[in-house]
């Protein structure tokens, strides 16, 4: 009977102790679970302002090139003008000739 009860007494002592532990643990897995979403969460908002930034940058250089083109565009239409005006038959400085090929003023 000694054993029994000292069997017993031990475990009024360990079923306190076994619990402490377990929740100690479960406690631990919560904050480690915790921490991690935390992290995730983190590394999410930055990925997310990254993407952002990047899209900022991306709408930037569009907008640039697009007044870039455009400028680089009304510089060639003026050079194109300019051509078409030299090959244009009223630009020529060439007197002007009757119809039986004699001279004008």
């Not at 029994?4 to 532990?21: K, N, R």
């Not at 377990?22 to 935390?38: H, N, P, Y």
Request: glycine share 8%.
């Amino acid at each position: 009977m000694n054993t029994m009860e000292d069997l017993l007494g031990a475990m009024w002592l360990i079923s306190p102790l076994g619990l402490a532990m377990i929740s100690c643990v479960a406690i631990g897995f919560a904050v480690t679970a915790r921490e991690a979403l935390g992290r995730e969460r983190g590394l999410r908002e930055a990925r997310e302002h990254a993407h952002d930034d990047e899209e900022a940058a991306l709408t930037d250089a569009k907008e640039q090139a697009a007044g870039e083109r455009d400028r680089y565009r009304r510089l060639l239409d003026c050079h194109v003008d300019a051509a078409l005006d030299c090959r244009s038959p009223r630009a020529r400085h060439e007197p002007q000739r009757d119809p039986r090929g004699r001279r004008r003023g």
